[in-house]
Structure formats: structure tokens, C-alpha cells
């Protein structure tokens, strides 16, 4: 099972293909195929939290087993959508079902706590924010954790896929790269508040890029962490950089005739730190991801020499934000350096604490280690 959702999908040959998977050995193979990779994936890795308390009670409340369901469940949920070209959706996942007035508010006043007539199963919390990146990443991150390298891909490809319009929306402001908003619907557009340029027209959101370089990061982990092939992403990745040092420059020439600070670095502003901070400067998640990212591409042999070079590259030392040293102190204590850019993106001094505890075990930032879970 898996959400088939092309974007330049023919209707038109939707009947011919259902008849073809229809087939009675077309079913067959795949009854055998869908088998053989459930039973490859439950047999990955296992954990079971007080498994006891719900053998003798199914209705056990206790924390632990809870947790460890919902963990299971969770996991299951994301398996069903393996080699999907759409990532679930953060509000409800792939199943929903009749809301039936059980769900009597939303998040939003003003957003409708029932969509159309009679009540939809299509219901769900947020509904008009789409792929609302900051809560989309948590369908992407738990698949690194958990060692689940081929269910990331269904987030990959939204990016990658989609990158052609990101980059129409950086050449709309003047600059190079590629812009991703925090809000993106199903063909890569801004579906809340849409400004003209395609930036977000709300306060708390326009200058609000820092998902895109998230992903970006998330993408070479990936591969640094689990060996996934990269090759198709690398341009998107380094785009999303790229937008970063042009948009600025370009930002702050506007205003003083300068593409840096006087201090010969690069001016983030204006920012939307953490979404909700506006005219922010140099927001730390801003700060953090550019500069994870832009040096984890220099490390590259994968890397063209041609890009090498770029603007980005050669005035990364003068002009990021700043210092490259801090950030390669970060990276050299955690094998699943995640977590780096997770903390830094909640506080400098905490991301500084976790990384430089000498008795932190390595198996806090690759949970995977451990072993998560055995179907029975």
C-alpha cells in the first residue's frame, strides 16, 4: 500500500492500469512481493515496553506500554507508505476515518472544525496548511532514527520534485538557489496567504526558509549515516544553500549598499526565527542549518569540481554567521549528528551542553542501535 499521487498523473490511463493490477497473477506476485518486504521490515529491529501489563490487561494504561504501541503503530504507519511519491500528511497520517462530531475543535478558530457536508473521513486538524514543513520533518527524521533508510524517500522526492518551483520563487525576489516555504501544497506552491512572489504573506512566516536547508541536512545524513544514494539531490541541497547567501547578500546590499556586514559577514535578515520570531537577525536555525550544510558539502567527494567554488563556497569562512570551528566541535562528538541541528535549533546553549558531554552515549542520537521492534 503506498499513495500513488503524480502531479502529472493521466486519468485517463488510470482505468487500463487498475485492470492490469486487478490481474490474478498480477495479485498474486504482489500478495508474494508485499509478504516478503513486511517480513523483511518487522524483522529489522525489536523492543517491547512492559509488554506483560498488556498480555494480562488489553486495556493496560501503563505509560511505558503505551509509548511502546504508539511507537509500533507510528512506525507501521509510515512502512504503508514505502516508495510513495507524496509523504503522509503530518495531520492524520494515511488513515482517517469519519469525524462524527468527535473532534469538536481545531487549532485555528477560523479554520473549520468539519470540511463539507455530510462530515468527510478527509477531515483533519490544519487542514488548509498542507505540507506544513516543521511538522512534516517528523515523518522524515524517525526514519533515520529507527534505521529505516527506505522510508525516507517519499520525503526526499516532495523536495527534489518540486525543486523547479522553489526555484522560479527565488528568481522572483532576484537571487539565485532554490526558496522553499514553510507551507508547500501538493505542486510546491505556497498554499497559505500566497504573496505574488510566492513568499508567505503572513508575518510569522515569510521570511521563514529554514525547512528547506533542514531537509537538505536530513537528505546528507541520510547518506553519511545509512549510505542512501544522493546522486538525483545534490543540486536541490546546495541550491538550498545558495538561496541563502544570494537572498541575504542581496537584502542587505538594499539597504546599505553592502553585500556583507561591516564585519565582512553574511547579514541574515530579515528572518522569522523558529517561525514566530519576526524581524529576527541571524535566527539560530537559520545560522545552524546553513552552516551544517554548506560544510558537510565541502566534505563531498561526490561533489563536481565545478561546484566547488561557488560564491557560497569560497566566502563560507568570511562570511557565515558564525564560526566553522564550533560547528565541526559539534559534529565530531555524535555519530548521528541530527541531534546536532535538532538542539541548535532549540538553543545554542543546549546544543553546546549535549555535545560536549564526554559520558553521552552515541546510542542517544542513533536510537537504532538498540534495536526497535519485532512484529509478532
Known amino acids: 500500500m503506498r ?12 482505468p487500463a492500469e487498475a485492470k492490469s493490477l486487478l490481474d490474478a497473477k498480477a495479485r498474486e506476485a504482489a500478495k508474494a512481493d508485499e509478504l516478503k518486504r513486511w517480513s523483511e521490515f518487522w524483522s529489522r529491529s525489536h523492543s517491547h515496553i512492559n509488554l506483560q501489563s498488556a498480555i494480562h490487561n488489553p486495556q493496560s494504561e501503563d ?46 478558530d477560523e479554520l473549520p472544525t468539519f470540511e463539507g457536508e455530510p462530515v468527510t473521513p478527509d477531515f483533519r486538524r490544519w487542514m488548509g496548511c498542507y505540507f506544513m514543513s516543521q511538522n512534516q520533518r517528523w515523518l522524515g527524521w524517525p526514519t533515520l532514527a529507527n534505521g529505516d533508510a527506505d522510508l525516507l524517500s517519499p520525503t526526499t522526492r516532495f523536495y527534489r520534485d518540486r525543486a523547479k518551483i522553489a526555484a522560479d520563487r527565488a528568481k522572483n525576489q532576484g537571487t539565485a538557489g532554490v526558496a522553499y516555504t514553510e507551507a508547500l501544497d501538493i505542486w510546491g506552491l505556497c498554499p497559505v496567504a500566497p504573496r505574488p512572489d510566492g513568499l508567505c504573506g503572513v508575518q510569522h512566516l515569510t521570511y521563514h526558509f529554514s525547512m528547506g536547508v533542514e531537509n537538505a ?33 542581496s537584502e542587505h546590499k538594499k539597504r546599505t549598499g553592502k553585500e556583507l556586514g561591516d ?53 563560507r569562512a568570511a562570511s557565515s554567521p558564525v564560526k566553522s570551528s564550533a560547528c565541526h566541535a559539534a559534529q565530531k562528538r555524535s555519530n548521528f ?12 546553549s543546549t546544543a553546546s551542553f549535549l555535545t560536549s558531554l564526554p559520558s553521552l552515549p552515541n546510542e542517544i542520537f542513533a536510537p537504532a542501535a538498540y534495536g526497535m521492534y519485532q512484529y509478532e
Open 3 to 14: 499513495l500513488e499521487g503524480a502531479v502529472a498523473a493521466d486519468p485517463q490511463k488510470w
Open 63 to 108: 505509560p511505558g506500554f503505551l509509548i511502546g504501541r504508539n511507537y509500533r503503530l507510528f512506525r507501521y504507519m509510515l512502512a504503508c507508505n514505502r516508495d510513495g511519491e507524496l509523504p503522509l500528511l503530518f495531520n492524520g497520517g494515511i488513515f482517517t476515518t469519519d469525524n462524527s462530531t468527535r473532534i469538536k475543535g481545531n487549532n485555528n
Open 217 to 249: 541536512w536530513m537528505n546528507l545524513q541520510g547518506h553519511d549515516v545509512m549510505g542512501i544514494p544522493f546522486d538525483k539531490d545534490l543540486g536541490w541541497i546546495a541550491e538550498a544553500v545558495l538561496f541563502y547567501d544570494s537572498f541575504y547578500r
Open 263 to 315: 564585519d565582512g559577514k553574511l547579514v541574515m535578515y530579515p528572518g522569522n526565527g523558529l517561525e514566530l520570531a519576526a524581524d529576527a537577525t541571524n535566527t539560530i536555525d537559520a545560522v545552524a542549518g546553513f552552516t551544517r550544510v554548506t560544510d558537510s558539502l565541502l566534505k563531498l567527494k561526490e561533489l563536481p569540481p565545478g561546484q566547488r567554488a561557488p560564491p557560497w563556497c569560497m566566502k
Open 337 to 348: 549528528a541530527a541531534a546536532d541541528f535538532s538542539s541548535a535549533m532549540v538553543s545554542s
